[in-house]
């Protein structure tokens, strides 16, 4: 039975980081402070907040500075910034004296949960936008029809009405072709749960796929889990190669650079990519590469090795039979293939972009597209729509093509949320959305 409820102002759908951080920027923007608060309501198919909880390996670090929080960049004086965590939680002399700016990615996600905890009553968790629509009834003017699903055993489905849709569903796992996901076959993403079901004892031989950050982390974490393990790290470079986070390229990520990037042209954003992919794709921290090449070389000094590093490879396919994968590898370097057996295949083979065209149904036909088919996005984040909508449709995430490669970082969430608070309500006081 479907219920039409309440309209907002705000609807966001997703409720990791980018749309904590647009709560938090619409909670302190200077139009509440007038007396005018931005109503607001997110959605959020998980039971809780989780950020990407099976990759929270134990000591798995964050890859930006714990100032690029939810809040700081945008507003130093906030209430929400990670240094006030720590002081809430009484960490903040011991932080300092650990001298690093990269917590762990446990420490950040209890962050994120403290910053959740003030805005649970805009929040359903549970709840998974499965549509959006123009209204049906002629209701009030500039709004959009958001259905979501309650995805506890209780089901249902409500609708409610936004004037502003902002869309922050996150990156969408990528398998290799041909892969398909099983009891043993399993992408990053997925990882950690996934690993909880083994039997760790009778596990001898797991492979991981991949040549970045997660796959470096992964291959890590089991080689230390399980002791009589051997790891398979299969990539297709001949080496891990080390994440760009050094002082000049790291400006890349600089709120400035947003404005560089979009405003260049189409030879610019080119050069961005293909100077600066090395910064986040593909790469591995420093700290991680020369953990594993340790604990190679002990292994080798002991007479145990236990990491295979199964370089310029790729993988073909990958069949489950019983308890057992079995991988075919073509490797570059001879292009012949190969078949390697394994109790487990993690594959950690990156992700694809937040792509919001099934999410928005009836609407897309709406937005515009660039000639290479792309959505046109405002520098405000807003998509641009044809006349017929009237409401604003923003995007956090899927922008690489127009916003640069912070997109789907956590680099300028604090600037980009206000960015687009500050767009929603100047939209609201030109009353643009209206067709009153
Ligand atoms: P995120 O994916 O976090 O959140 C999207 C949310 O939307 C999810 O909670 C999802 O359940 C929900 N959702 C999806 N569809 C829905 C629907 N239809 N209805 C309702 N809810 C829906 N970047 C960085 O700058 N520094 C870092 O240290 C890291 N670390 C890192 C670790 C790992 C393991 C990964 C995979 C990625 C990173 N990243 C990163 C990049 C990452 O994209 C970034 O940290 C944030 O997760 C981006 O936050 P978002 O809120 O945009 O997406
Ligand atoms: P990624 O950087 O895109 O790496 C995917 C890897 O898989 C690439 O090396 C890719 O090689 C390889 N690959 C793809 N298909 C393959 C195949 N068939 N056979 C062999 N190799 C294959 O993905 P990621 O490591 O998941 O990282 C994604 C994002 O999450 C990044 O922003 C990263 O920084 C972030 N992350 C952060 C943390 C942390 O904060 N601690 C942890 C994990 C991830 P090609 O390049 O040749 O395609």
Redesign the pocket.
């Known amino acids: 039975m479907e219920q039409l409820s309440d309209a907002y102002e705000v609807v966001g ?7 904590l951080s647009l709560a938090i920027a619409l909670e302190e923007h200077e139009g509440r402070r007038d007396g005018q608060p931005i109503s607001a309501a997110f ?4 039971p809780a907040l ?3 909880r099976n ?1 929270l390996l134990p000591s798995a670090k ?3 500075s714990f100032l690029k929080d939810l809040a700081t960049f945008r507003n130093p004086a906030s209430q929400f910034s990670f240094v006030n965590y720590l002081h809430a939680a009484g960490r903040l002399a011991q932080f300092v004296n650990n001298q690093d700016f990269f917590p762990t ?1 446990q420490e950040f996600h209890d962050y994120l949960e403290w910053a959740e905890s003030s805005f649970s009553d805009r929040v359903s968790y549970s ?4 549509s959006v629509r123009l209204p049906r009834d002629g209701g009030p003017a500039g709004h959009v029809e958001v259905e979501v699903r309650d995805t506890t055993p209780r089901g249902g489905v409500r609708t409610v009405r936004a004037r502003n849709l902002v869309v ?4 969408v796992p990528r398998m290799p072709a041909g892969i398909d996901r099983d009891t043993r076959i399993w992408h990053s ?1 997925e990882f950690l749960e996934r690993f909880r079901t083994l039997d760790h004892r009778a596990v001898k031989r797991v492979a991981v796929v991949g040549a970045g950050q ?1 796959a470096a982390e992964i291959v890590r974490f089991v080689y230390d889990s399980v002791p009589g393990a051997t790891v398979f790290a299969i990539m297709p470079s001949y080496g891990y190669s080390i994440a760009d986070d050094t002082p000049f390229a790291n400006r890349i990520f600089d709120a400035s650079a947003v404005d560089d990037y979009y405003h260049g042209g189409e030879r610019s954003k080119d050069a961005v990519w293909r100077y600066h992919r090395n910064t986040n794709y593909g790469v591995v921290d420093d700290e991680v590469i020369r953990d594993l090449h340790q604990r190679a070389y002990d292994d080798e000094v002991r007479g145990t090795p236990r990491l295979e590093f199964v370089n310029l490879s790729k993988v073909d396919s990958a069949k489950q039979t019983g308890g057992t994968v079995r991988l075919t590898l073509n490797s570059l370097r001879s292009d012949e293939t190969s078949d390697l057996d394994v109790d487990a295949l993690v594959c950690a083979t990156g ?1 694809d972009s937040m792509e919001p065209s099934e ?1 928005l149904g009836e609407l897309e036909p709406h937005c515009l597209r660039d000639e290479q088919g792309r959505f046109r996005v405002e520098r405000d984040y807003r998509l641009a729509t044809g006349p017929d909508v009237h409401c604003g449709i923003y995007l ?2 899927g922008t690489e093509h127009t916003h640069g490669l912070a997109s ?4 300028n ?1 604090a600037v980009r949320s206000g960015e687009i608070a500050d767009s929603i309500a100047e939209r609201r006081t030109n009353r643009q959305y209206s067709t009153a």
Do not use: A
Request: net charge neutral.
């Open positions: 759908i997703g409720f990791g980081p980018s749309n959605f959020e198919k998980q989780g950020w990407h990759m964050m890859q930006i990615r709840s998974e936008v499965t922050s569903t996150g990156l993403s997660s992700y999410l956090q995430g789907s970082l956590l680099s969430i």
